[in-house]
């Protein structure tokens, strides 16, 4: 870990993932992502499509604009304009404008994007959701790609925000990626989007405190979290959604887009509890910086976090890189997310957002980013089976063996739970949830 590869891209990554802070900003009352869908439900603001609607779902609550996608209620969007044609040359002398969560993209793959095609970069970031879809919306910011979660696809779409995908330009998106995101249920037939990484949610914890034996075996590791035997190192994301859906996973709940009252009542009084019982802490890098330096002993934790984690111990061998663990369900049940890559409907170079699109899927390319990012592609070279023996761009494996819960497998997306588009009112009750219990964090 000491070649030039490492030195090249180690000072960047030292303010990587700042983006953590997903849930930070979604405090407001009436966060911009919310405003965003109301405003879609004004006179006018709702696209006429081929088929007179803004979607073909069969979850759509009412006062919703749009179908709700769900795992088991996929949604075909319709197409509010055509794709762009095919076989365009690609714009000449063009900066590709790309808007991403901070550090979310190794610039190694960019710049050799940019080196075969004749074109310059230039990356305008993000800290939340809501702040881009706010920037998006004001369409004064001309954009070539964007990576939103499927969270937030119906606001998109219905708001004409960004524009359907010519495939004849993304061939790799056939051939390179797994089967089971060949028809996402957030987006039937890539109409709109294509995947960018994946995720799982579990707990990253220090294994020169805690033994890999003691929390595999505990009959519930989500008790853990409010253990009080780590008071004062325990920390969770200072995320509205990842905290509830924390809460519910532990009691068995595994719809994490659930409007039932009671049940985000008792999410709330549960980590109410953990202020007690843990002195828990609120924090957007606890799980990539925290645990690899010792600040917490346990952390709520992104797969992607704690497989990059090795990057920040303070003992670069293998004895620092062995205190990282993490813990995620046996039976795989628990949540699992991914990201996406878009065109926003104002692109001013939209060919070349499109072979940027196919870059990205491809397997050089993709697993590239895979080595600096940690959140893993779907891809097909991105076997479960080897990529804990099978090394990256820095002479690492992708992860390390003993951190191979952090391994994403495609059964994940039918097995696992996602965080999906909530109606406003639901939306209001998480956000209720979230300050009650976040008033009494210090």
């Known amino acids: 870990m000491t070649g030039s590869a490492f030195d090249e891209w180690s000072l960047e990554q030292l303010t990587r993932r700042v983006f953590l802070a997903r849930g930070a900003k979604a405090a407001a009352a009436v966060p911009a992502a919310a405003a965003l869908l109301a405003a879609c439900q ?20 009412e006062g919703s604009p749009y179908p709700l996608a769900r795992q088991d209620s996929p949604v075909t969007w319709d197409l509010w304009r055509d794709p762009i044609d095919s076989n365009l040359p690609v714009e000449k002398g063009a900066t590709l404008k790309i808007f991403n969560w901070n550090a979310y993209l190794f610039k190694k793959v960019v710049e050799e994007f940019c080196a075969k095609y004749d074109c310059k970069y230039e990356i305008t970031t993000y ?3 809501d702040e881009a879809l706010a920037k998006m ?10 990576f939103p979660s499927p969270d937030n696809l119906g606001k998109l779409v219905t708001a004409q925000l960004i524009q359907p995908l010519n495939h004849d330009y993304i ?73 509830i859906a924390l809460a519910l996973l532990r009691k068995g709940i595994t719809d994490l887009n659930t409007g039932d009252q009671g049940a985000l009542d008792q999410a709330q009084s549960d980590l109410v509890e953990m202020i007690d ?4 802490r609120l924090d957007t890098n606890g799980a990539y910086l925290g645990i690899p330096t010792g600040k917490f002993k346990l952390h709520q934790a992104w797969s992607g976090d704690i497989a990059a984690g090795w990057w920040y111990t303070p003992e670069q061998n293998m004895e620092g890189w062995k205190t990282l663990g993490y813990w995620y369900p046996d039976d795989r049940v628990g949540a699992v997310g991914n990201d996406n890559i878009v065109i926003p409907a104002n692109a001013e170079h939209p060919v070349l957002a499109h072979k940027f699109i196919d870059w990205m899927m491809t397997e050089t390319h993709s697993m590239l980013n895979f080595s600096w990012v940690g959140y893993q592609p779907p891809q097909n070279a991105a076997d ?29 997306f039918e097995t696992g739970s996602f965080e999906a588009e909530l109606t406003p009112e639901v939306d209001a009750i998480w956000h209720n949830a979230w300050q009650g219990f976040k008033a009494g964090v210090s």
């Open 127 to 129: 800290n939340g959701e």
């Open 137 to 146: 919306r004001t369409g004064q910011l001309e954009f070539d790609v964007y």
């Open 42 to 61: 004004k006179p006018g603001q709702v696209p006429t499509t081929s088929t007179g609607g803004p979607g073909q779902g069969d979850y759509w609550p």
């Open 384 to 412: 479960p089976k080897t990529l804990t023996t099978t090394d990256s761009f820095y002479d690492m494996p992708y992860v390390l063996p003993w951190l191979s819960r952090a391994v994403i497998e495609e059964k994940d």
């Open 171 to 243: 061939p790799h998106l056939v051939s390179d990626v797994w089967p089971a995101f060949q028809n996402p249920w957030y987006d039937q037939e890539w109409r709109y989007t294509v995947p960018y990484v994946m995720y799982t949610t579990g707990i990253a914890y220090r294994r020169d405190f805690i033994s890999d034996e003691q929390i595999q075996g505990m009959s519930n590791p989500y008790d853990i979290l409010w253990d009080p035997k780590y008071k004062g190192d325990i920390g969770i994301y200072d995320s509205y959604r990842e905290a």
């Open 277 to 280: 019982a843990v002195d828990v």
